[in-house]
């Protein structure tokens, strides 16, 4: 995989190239990798509502409370909706997956104009323990190896920023950002118990 010369196995062939870079939610090979980066990010689960609405918003926002509900408008069927989204917790805890839905139903319908909630659903994502993205070698010593991973469910701005960094790093250009996203910062661990308590108070 990595050394001098790395390289990526299938089934089929072994590809040899200059620079790998591993973009997925968690660094799966080799071993150490997985091991290393569950330390690092944690998956969080996530819920979403669409409702039909008369109101015509004109792109895509964040709610200024303390919840922070993503805000989409989109068309389905021909017909007007808005997206709510929000209220993460760690995945695999039970929490009241039906409480949640409720919850953005009402805030879709009391501040939204919403009428009519006509899908939900939830899925997953990966967040580094101190809030940021994991971007840069795939261990300390790596020279030719990269991941990013943990774009905090923000795959369009934190995937463009990590193909910034990355680019720069094949390159052997600094970058202003890449010491902030290297994936082996100590206060990735360091803020783990905080991480964990604000989950189990926010989310009973």
Known sequence: MGGKTPY????EAKVNAKQIIIATNVPTFPLLARGTYCLFEYPVESYIVAGITTKKLGGMYISPDKNNYSILPAEIGGVRHI????GGHF??????RKKKFQELADYAEKQLGVTRITHKWSD????GYDGIPLVGPLYPWSKNVFAATAFKKWGLSNGTAAAMILRDLVLKQ???WASTYYPHRPRLIASIPRVVLENLKGNR
């Open 8 to 11: 990526v196995k299938t089934k």
């Open 83 to 86: 997206l709510i989204g929000g």
């Open 174 to 176: 600094d970058n202003p």
């Open 124 to 127: 997953r994502d990966y967040l």
């Open 91 to 96: 995945s695999g805890f039970r929490f009241n």
